[in-house]
């Protein structure tokens, strides 16, 4: 009876991972398809084409530039000013901490569609400093990532030995110093994974850039007005070598951490 | 510099915190302030005029209580469905995977890869009437000759419930890797069966988890207005869908902005209640 139980549960995880996966096998699958009609939703035949032409769709091309660009500036700057908080928020007792953590929290907990209209009305009631367009879609990107790298890079900070920090004061070094070659290195890893997650949140945000991109398009905007009228297998290129490329990092990781527990301690 | 923090340590944390803080005060605090102040405009695009317009809100109730209901229900069942899926996948990966752990974690997440849209996309191809799904569901007469899945409320929910697992899968996760296997061998010893110790020991600590998760899942998914435009029909619209068009194309800011802060006020309610039947120290973790 145990063993018929066992077996059941992992059945249903294995079941359970099928189902999280099928849409994805369904976008790289199609991303092969040779469709007839406008539409790519039923299987006709195999081809490369869309690979080696992804560009081919009309404003792809400026789009998947746009959502990098946006991305990248997005998450530096998020990052950095994340953090900054975190660090504040861990190391520092000050008066107005807790009301940091709720403003902090409260973008993560409001729902999207609120947090994009909210950033239209400022920038309608502000025209004249803020045109919609690249630079609306990079501060609501900023905006709403910050919280993300906030919360991930805390976790980190709040399992960290602060004595290495004494030591290296200790022997002379100033704050500076001490944040550049001590601080720094400690929390680059935990940087780097929010970093990730940042970039991941920005190149996929849909509803928040949608109401505040005016005549700027990103992939997801692209993706969403071909929708209606029709959507070529380019969509399913660019979105699977997205997948691709977060999947290898992903299983870097995995791969990394495999290792890493087999080490035997203090190796 | 380094000397400046030495001689005024107080001021070390403000001076980290002053960019961050300054820019969600200016993206997110105070847009919430225009957000409010649009909502009480009248008048029609573009010249809105601040009038106190308060009847902006019984309107939007009025007009779209539908809406409302519809996206808390829908928003609900996929909380629910989430949960019964993700609990027992998760359970497994935390107790049963041993090495395969950090993989199954990362067939979770692994949807949040594929761009949203797309992923949503996707659910038209494998629902699609001339898809093997529906096929096979039409050759074992659990759907008429003509019976399909894709445009109605199962295809709204399964699209929401499939988007938003992750959010409830890695709290549950969490609560389920730090539980403390030894209170559930003292279960055994004291001769609990496995139901038994599963629902009074595995259960009860995984609360924060449950509670975590509903409410990464719930609060996004009540706003979401992708999937009811893409699998579903006019019939099926929810409040994003409302708000996103009277921001874009009818251009009728005020109610758009009312309905925002009805649905912040109405998740707001909501959380409180949530919070009330599962006791509030929960909610904080």
Excluded at chain 1, 87 to 106: C, E, Q
Excluded at chain 1, 110 to 128: C, D, Q, Y
């Amino acid at each position: 009876m145990r063993f018929v139980k066992r077996h059941v549960l992992t059945a249903y995880a294995l079941l359970a991972v099928a189902y999280l996966l099928l849409p994805i096998a369904v976008v790289i699958m199609f991303s092969f398809n040779a469709p007839k009609g406008r539409f790519n939703y039923v299987w006709q035949g195999f081809t490369l084409d869309y690979w080696i032409n992804w560009n081919s769709m009309f404003g792809l091309q400026d789009a998947v530039i746009t959502s990098i660009q946006v991305g990248l500036l997005a998450t530096l700057v998020a990052t950095a000013l994340g953090t900054m908080i975190a660090l504040a928020i861990v190391r520092h007792h000050f008066v107005g901490r807790s009301a940091t953590n709720l403003l902090v929290f409260l973008p993560m907990s409001t729902p999207e569609i609120v947090l994009g209209a909210s950033l239209l009305a400022l920038f309608l009631n502000t025209s004249a400093i803020f045109q919609l367009g690249f630079w609306t879609i990079f501060i609501a990107h900023v905006m709403f990532i910050v919280s993300f790298i906030v919360v991930t890079v805390k976790a980190r900070l709040i399992g960290f030995d602060r004595h290495l920090e004494e030591a290296a004061m200790d022997l002379g070094a100033t704050e500076l110093t001490t944040f550049r070659k001590v601080t720094f290195p400690l929390i680059a890893p935990a940087m780097l994974a929010a970093a990730l997650l940042g970039f991941a949140l920005s190149i996929d945000d849909f509803v928040i850039t949608y109401l505040n991109a005016g005549g700027t398009q990103t992939f997801p905007l692209l993706v969403w007005g071909a929708a209606r009228v029709s959507v070529p297998p380019n969509v399913n290129v660019v979105a699977s070598a997205i997948f691709l490329v977060a999947i290898a990092i992903g299983l870097g990781n995995v791969f990394w951490e495999y290792r890493k527990a087999r080490r035997p301690q203090g190796a | 510099m380094g000397s400046f923090f030495h001689r005024h340590p107080r001021f070390t944390p403000y001076l980290l915190l002053a960019p961050g803080v300054l820019w969600l005060a200016l993206f997110f605090l105070i847009p919430l302030v225009f957000l409010a102040y649009q909502s009480l405009q009248s008048g029609s695009y573009p010249d809105f005029e601040f009038t106190w317009e308060f009847s902006n809100f019984t309107d939007a109730v009025s007009d779209y209580h539908e809406q409302f209901f519809r996206s808390f229900l829908y928003a609900g069942i996929a909380t629910i469905a989430c949960l019964l899926l993700a609990y027992p996948l998760v359970y497994w990966i935390a107790f049963r995977a041993g090495p395969w752990r950090n993989l199954f974690l990362l067939f979770i997440v692994a949807p949040f890869f594929v761009t949203y849209l797309v992923r949503t996309l996707a659910w038209l191809n494998i629902l699609s009437s001339e898809g093997p799904v529906v096929g096979l569901l039409r050759g074992i007469h659990i759907l008429d000759e003509d019976g399909q899945l894709l445009y109605s409320t199962f295809a709204v929910i399964s699209g929401i419930t499939y988007n938003f697992f992750p959010f409830m899968a890695l709290p549950l996760y969490v609560s389920l890797e730090q539980l403390d296997h030894r209170t559930l061998e003292a279960a055994k010893d004291l001769y609990a069966s496995s139901t038994q110790t599963f629902l009074r020991v595995t259960l009860p600590l995984s609360a924060p988890g449950i509670v975590a998760g509903t409410l990464l899942t719930f609060i996004p998914a009540a706003g979401d207005f992708i999937n009811a435009a893409l699998l579903g029909t006019p019939r099926h619209t929810m409040i994003g869908n409302v708000i996103q068009a009277k921001y874009l194309e009818s251009l009728d800011y005020p109610t758009a902005a009312s309905l925002s802060f009805i649905l912040m006020g109405a998740i707001l309610v909501a959380l409180l209640i949530y919070a009330r039947a599962v006791g509030s120290e929960k909610l904080t973790g």
